[in-house]
């Protein structure tokens, strides 16, 4: 579960536990490197 908005500081709620939007794909992208080396165990 990840929560995301272009500028969590003026979100409604939860801004400080928001990822920022434009971060989004960098994660990603990491995240499926870590899967896939995790995987070829």
């Known amino acids: ?3 995301t908005h ?4 003026i ?3 939860d801004g400080a536990n928001m990822l920022r ?3 989004l794909e ?3 992208k990491k995240l499926v ?3 896939q080396a995790v995987n070829k165990f």
């Open 21 to 23: 939007l434009d971060l």
């Open 6 to 9: 272009p500028d969590p500081s």
């Open 11 to 13: 979100a409604k709620s």
């Open 33 to 35: 490197v870590l899967k």
């Open 1 to 3: 579960f990840l929560e």
């Open 26 to 28: 960098g994660l990603l």
